[in-house]
């Protein structure tokens, strides 16, 4: 129903900024929730951070706090994600979500992932 395009991935050094950015498109009438996932080889898919439909409530990841900054635009059906100060293990593959409310994400839509490498 609701198709998720992730862009704004690259690689960048130490210290860093990127700003990722997801479009949605398809049946994007439901108030939905957006987020950011993301996942190193080998590793878990982790939280990053949500915001709720109307801007007003957002969730962070402790080991991003202070550095990323998610925020959206409804009008363009589209999220971002501001990174600042990146370090090296933030390298991963970002994931954009969709889904009722910020807690049930993860059973909502995903995107396909775009790749942030960040050299040190």
């Known amino acids: 129903q609701v198709q998720l395009v992730e862009s704004g991935g690259g690689l960048v050094q130490a210290g860093g900024s990127l700003r990722l950015s997801c479009a949605a498109s398809?049946?994007?009438?439901?108030?939905?929730?957006m987020g950011w996932f993301r996942q190193a080889p080998g590793k878990e898919r982790e939280f990053v951070a949500a915001i709720s439909w109307g801007g007003a409530t957002t969730a962070y990841a402790d080991f991003v706090k202070g550095r990323f900054t998610i925020s959206r635009d409804n009008a363009k059906n589209t999220v971002f994600l501001q990174m600042n100060s990146l370090k090296p293990e933030d390298t991963a593959v970002y994931y954009c979500?969709?889904?009722?409310?910020?807690?049930?994400?993860?059973?909502?839509?995903w995107g396909q992932g775009t790749q942030v490498t960040v050299s040190s």
């Open positions: 398809g049946r994007t009438f439901n108030n939905y929730a």
């Open positions: 979500a969709a889904g009722a409310n910020i807690a049930t994400l993860h059973q909502g839509y």
